[in-house]
């Protein structure tokens, strides 16, 4: 499951590179058909104006709406009625902490200190809202076990990969396990990655499982130039890479298959079918065909996947602005707005068994199930933070982030701030009586 959304951005947005964080300073004109969760055609109050002359608080109002209408349909009786009363609640405090006796016109100078004031704080008091929503409609997954990932020996082993205080990772997959983690590194000369390291989660070890790229130019013939495709068989890691050619190209369709544990990496002189059939299988997981392309030239066609079930993509909508989207395979089925934001989305993870994405909110990462479009907060993760990696019974959890591990308090991300990568077990809350 853990093969990246966005494959060929991955390295850009897992390692933060890409990463512009949450759209709050985008321009109000970014994006003008994200809907708020109320009728902006109707807005007559100042508050309700403002929300809807801006794009980023016209996504919270809508996923306040959805998480608001989760937690009512996942309580009953008094509980029920409590949450009703508290809204309206929040919604008079929101009002008068906010906006107070503002008037629009007062409000609509975007650039004026009573603006910004107001648009801040509708922003954190959405967020914090949100969350508490989000845990009353589908209780969060509990990381224990926190640690940061020890990437030294790699940074001393390919110092290329280290961009001032960050690193440029690839992508990461997890052991069906979740006892070995593969760590892809980029290519100084291709749009691909050339090496892996495996990480392994009980102490931290790592081990080259493939060779490091060799620089000589011209490349000597059958050298590793990418990876291709990645698939465990248990413990063990079976790795296709394409090779240089003679004269420093590349062969046509030449690869070769290492295979590696924490001893180490080997190439196999003769590829076992069972190996061979495995490597195909996850070269093909969640591909769509050409043909299942939704008809609109806004999706980035690079993120176009699916399952039987679902079909996933990113939308450009301009100005730095992305949407994540999804729909069925049904013919004529209606694309479903799944989240709203900048390329962080493109850090997006598509569990094809489960049909989950896992993704960057701005309440912290999330899972999102496409077929009851339930969203499900994961604790002590930040707005800002990127999914790296999920194992396919979601009980390890690999992002990165600029905050400390396991700290959710993050309100913006801090891009001074050193790169941590981070490593949890994942508990999954009890089910409601």
Known sequence: MNRPLFSRLIEAACAGLLAFGIPGGLPA????????????????????????????????????????????????????????????????????RCIADRSFKKLSDASSPPAELAYDCLDTVYLDR????????????????????????????????????????????????????????????????????LYRAADG?????????????????????????????????????????SGGGPEHDATAVYTATMAGGQRLDEVPDDVQALLDAAARADTAAQDDTPDDDRIIPDTLRGNRDFLVWADDLGHGTLELRMRRRDPGAPAYRVAWGSWELYSALFDTGRSQLVHAADTGIAV????????????????????????????????????ACGDELLAARNDSAPQRFCLAHLTTPKARP
Not at 380 to 392: E, L, M, N
């Open 29 to 96: 004109m970014a994006q003008e058909g994200i809907p708020a969760g109320f009728d902006c055609a109707k807005a007559e109050r100042p508050v309700d104006r403002f929300i809807c002359a801006h794009a980023t608080l016209r996504w919270q109002d809508l996923a306040l709406s959805r998480a608001y209408a989760a937690a009512k349909a996942a309580t009953a009786g008094p509980a029920r009625d409590d949450l009703v009363r508290g809204q309206r609640d929040w919604v008079r405090e929101r009002d008068r």
């Open 130 to 197: 949100r969350r508490v929503l989000q845990d009353l409609g589908v209780p969060p997954l509990a990381p224990t076990k926190i640690t940061s990932l020890d990437l030294a020996p790699i940074v001393a082993a390919r110092p290329d990969i280290q961009v001032e205080s960050d690193l440029r990772i690839a992508g990461i997959q997890v052991s069906p396990d979740g006892a070995l983690l593969a760590i892809l590194l980029p290519s100084q000369e291709i749009d691909a990655s050339d090496q892996v390291w």
């Open 205 to 245: 070890r790592l081990t080259e499982a493939t060779p490091r790229p060799d620089r000589t130019q011209p490349h000597p013939d059958g050298a590793p130039m990418a990876i291709q495709a990645l698939a465990w068989q248990g413990g063990i890691l079976h790795v296709r890479l394409a090779v240089w050619g």
């Open 368 to 403: 999102f199930d496409l077929a009851t479009r339930g969203e499900r907060r994961i604790a002590g993760t930040a707005r800002g933070d990127q999914p790296c990696a999920i194992s396919s019974d979601q009980s390890l959890l690999v992002w990165s982030t600029r905050n």
